[in-house]
């Protein structure tokens, strides 16, 4: 991206953050220590942006200059679904950058029962929270057969062997994962 493409985009991002807030120039300037006609000269292109200024303007939006730099994004904005024949699971991994602490959202819908055997209960370091959106998910947790329903919501050490799937058909869930629960959970089985 040039320059003065990422110039216009901070330009932008700062009019429009400042104006999603419902703030005036004045009211900008009042937060940063810019006097209002800076601020004008900085949104229309009228004045270059420094580092100092950038950083008190970011501030004062409570945003990061990462966000305000950031390139404006060209790739694809649709969630596709990933299908998993061998589990009946089709995923929907709803954020493209990891959270805070690497987590992930992903939606599942789920088709095939939980298998019941020690090479299906998988064990990972961390913690695995779902709620579930639609139908019954049946957890093996232990030693424990645990049905959620839906409006429910189930938390718990992915230290203990645990597996789900669906309970008297499809159920669908919306689960945040850890790196560790994203590996185990949304990787394709062969």
Request: overall charge neutral; proline content about 5%; charged content about 30%.
């Amino acid at each position: 991206m040039a320059q003065e493409e990422v110039d216009a985009l901070v330009r932008g991002r700062i009019r429009g953050l400042r104006l999603a807030k419902g703030w005036s120039l004045d009211d900008l300037a009042a937060r940063c220590g810019l006097s209002p006609s800076t601020l004008s000269r900085i949104e229309t292109g009228g004045r270059r942006i420094g580092l100092d200024q950038l950083v008190v303007i970011a501030q004062a939006l409570e945003t990061t200059l990462d966000q305000l730099v950031e390139p404006a994004g060209d790739e694809d904005v649709v969630i596709r679904p990933k299908h998993d024949e061998a589990r009946g699971f089709t995923a929907w991994t709803l954020n493209r950058d990891t959270g805070p602490h690497g987590l992930t959202v992903a939606k599942i819908r789920m088709t095939r029962p939980v298998r019941r055997g020690v090479d299906e209960l998988k064990v990972h370091p961390g913690r695995d929270w779902f709620t579930v959106l639609s139908g019954t998910v049946t957890l093996l947790l232990g030693d424990r057969t645990i049905l959620v329903e839906a409006g429910q919501a189930a938390e718990f050490s992915t230290m203990v062997p645990h597996a789900f799937g669906a309970y008297d058909g499809p159920a669908e869930i919306l689960t945040i994962l850890d790196p560790d629960g994203k590996r185990t959970h949304l990787r394709k089985r062969k």
